[in-house]
C-alpha cells in the first residue's frame, strides 16, 4: 500500500493495528533501479528501447508519488500499440509512440477519455 494511504487506517484502529505489525516500507526506486524494472521485462522478449526512450519514462515518473502502477500501465500501452502497428518487427519500442499515447501522465489520461465516450 503506499505511504501516502496508511492515514486512512486510523478510523479503523484494530485494522491499523494489525497493518502496522506486517508493514514493510519500500523506499522511492532510484534512477538505476527504475532503468532495470523498465528495460528487464522488454529484454527478456528481446526487445529494446529506443535511444533516450527510457531516460524519457524515468524524467517523467521519478519523484511522483504513485507512479510505478500508472508507469506499468504506459509500458503495457507502449507495448501493445507497438505490437499493433507493426508487430515489433524490428523489436524497438518508440519514442514517437510513447509521445502519442501521451507519456506516463497522458496514457491514464487517454484511457479515461476512451472508456467514457
Do not use: C
Amino acid at each position: 500500500m503506499r505511504a501516502d494511504f496508511l492515514d486512512r487506517f486510523s478510523v479503523y484502529p484494530r485494522f491499523a493495528a494489525l497493518v502496522e505489525k506486517n508493514i514493510t516500507l519500500v523506499a522511492e526506486m532510484q534512477a538505476d533501479e527504475l532503468r532495470l524494472a523498465i528495460e528487464q521485462p522488454a529484454a527478456q522478449h528481446g526487445v529494446v528501447f529506443e535511444r533516450g526512450l527510457v531516460e524519457e519514462i524515468i524524467k517523467d515518473v521519478q519523484g511522483q508519488p504513485g507512479s510505478l502502477p500508472l508507469l506499468q500501465y504506459t509500458l503495457d500501452l507502449l507495448w501493445e500499440a507497438e505490437r499493433v502497428t507493426d508487430g515489433l518487427t524490428d523489436r524497438h519500442l518508440n519514442t514517437q509512440v510513447y509521445r502519442e499515447l501521451g507519456g506516463v501522465r497522458g496514457a491514464l489520461q487517454n484511457a479515461r477519455m476512451r472508456f467514457t465516450r
